[in-house]
Every structure is written in structure tokens, then in C-alpha cells.
């Protein structure tokens, strides 16, 4: 049994970290560490607390964890990595999953205070979120950059607030190479990040997104039918201009 349990803590390290090479989907994704979860939880008569898990992550929805990011930027889109997220969050809490860093109170609130004003509708790089805010607690598939906060005192097992989540997308471009008869393919090596999730009731309620991450839901045109909260009137106004004319 103590040899079985090791391999699936190791497992879960890789699933977490790599996860890229144990599906090819979110919905796989889930399949994989759901069932990684619930072995564990079975071990170790855990039942009450796998319980309480899948209680959690019905806030998802009814089609699971990869339904709300489906839903934000499409089927084609795949979201092994935010899936692996959510549930490396689970593990986490469960004692199954170390992670390399902890933030203590004030780290934690100056991270979660400036998320909104500095993310969102902007531009904002990975390397950027390190600057600000330090090394990420762990990395989920190389591009979900996690924050984890520091437990509660006197020895108590739940985190405060859950996790913050940095969820970075490197597009593929393509190139032709002059002179040598062939096309390039290269992704970002320092890319946008796409969105942040903060801790809430609900996954829409948590979700800051980026300039790059409104594109990437609605299109170039998204400030038309989703002004930002900082726009001007005037702006305001040309929006609702515009809403008119596409709506006649």
C-alpha cells in the first residue's frame, strides 16, 4: 500500500507540473485527476473529504472544471493546464501536492489588492507578474503561474481564500524564412497573460481579464458591447453609438 501511495503522490506532481503530456483536453484533464483525487481519498479513508471536494468544483457547472474556460474562449482551446490548476488547488488542501512558496498576510493582500487595477484590460506580461509579486508558489504545464497563500494559524488546514491564478497563453506564429524554402514556427518565450482568477463564489465573479484576454473572448470590438469601467464618455457614447448602428 505505502509503495502504491507513492506512486500516485508522484503522480500527482507530474499531472500537475506536465500536464500537457496526460491529456489532450480539459475534459481528459479532469478524467485523469479526478480519478488520481478519489484514489487517494479511498487509501487514506478520506471519503467526507472527496465529498466535500467534488461539492467545491460543482460550481463549475454541470459539464465540469474545463466548462466556464470552454465557455470564455471556445472548444478549440484547450485547457489541460487551467483544468490541472483547479484541481492541483485540491490537492494542495489535502496535503497531496507541495508547493515551493508560501505568501504570508501582507504579500497575499498586496497580490489580491492590485490584481483588478493592474490587469484588468491591460497588457501584461509573465515576467511582469514575477517582478511585481515574486516567484509563483508552482507553475502548472509551464504557463499557469500559482499563488498560493500562507494556512490559516494554530495549525489549521484551510487556506484563507483559496488560490490566485495566472493563466498565460503563448500563440504559435508562423513564418516563411527567406532563402530557405520553409516556414518558421515560434511561440512567445515571455507571453501575455490571458486572464487572472481570484478567489469567489463563483468562477465569472473571480475573473479579471487582461486587454489580450478580452480579444481572445469577444474579439477586437469588445469594448463596444463591454466598455471598461474606466472609459471615458465620450468613448461611453461612441460605444452606444455603435451598439445602435449594428443593433438596426
Request: net charge negative.
Amino acid at each position: 500500500m505505502d509503495d502504491l501511495r507513492r506512486r500516485w503522490l508522484d503522480q500527482v506532481r507530474h499531472v500537475v507540473l506536465l500536464s500537457g503530456m496526460w491529456a489532450c483536453n480539459g475534459r481528459e484533464m479532469e478524467s485523469v485527476a479526478r480519478t488520481l483525487l478519489e484514489n487517494l481519498c479511498f487509501l487514506d479513508e478520506r471519503d467526507r473529504e472527496y465529498e466535500e471536494v467534488r461539492e467545491e468544483l460543482g460550481r463549475y457547472g454541470q459539464v465540469g472544471v474545463p466548462g466556464p474556460f470552454t465557455a470564455l474562449f471556445g472548444t478549440e482551446q484547450r485547457c489541460m493546464a487551467e483544468v490541472a490548476s483547479v484541481y492541483a488547488e485540491q490537492f494542495h488542501r489535502l496535503g497531496y501536492l507541495a508547493v515551493d512558496r508560501e505568501l504570508g498576510p501582507q504579500e497575499w493582500d498586496e497580490l489580491t489588492g492590485q490584481v483588478r487595477d493592474r490587469f484588468d484590460g491591460r497588457d501584461v506580461r509573465r515576467s511582469e507578474v514575477e517582478a511585481a509579486f515574486g516567484a509563483p508558489s508552482i507553475v502548472v504545464d509551464r504557463r499557469v503561474l500559482c499563488y498560493v497563500p500562507a494556512p490559516l494559524p494554530h495549525g489549521a488546514s484551510a487556506h484563507p481564500a483559496g488560490w490566485v491564478f495566472f493563466d498565460c497563453f503563448a500563440e504559435t506564429r508562423t513564418a516563411y524564412v527567406p532563402g530557405a524554402g520553409h516556414y518558421d514556427h515560434s511561440a512567445d518565450e515571455d507571453p501575455l497573460v490571458r486572464d487572472v482568477r481570484l478567489p469567489a463564489e463563483d468562477f465569472e465573479s473571480g475573473l479579471v481579464l487582461t486587454l489580450y484576454g478580452k480579444v481572445r473572448r469577444w474579439g477586437p470590438g469588445w469594448w463596444i458591447h463591454h466598455p471598461p469601467a474606466d472609459a471615458s464618455p465620450v468613448n461611453r457614447a461612441i460605444a452606444a453609438q455603435l451598439r445602435g448602428h449594428r443593433g438596426r
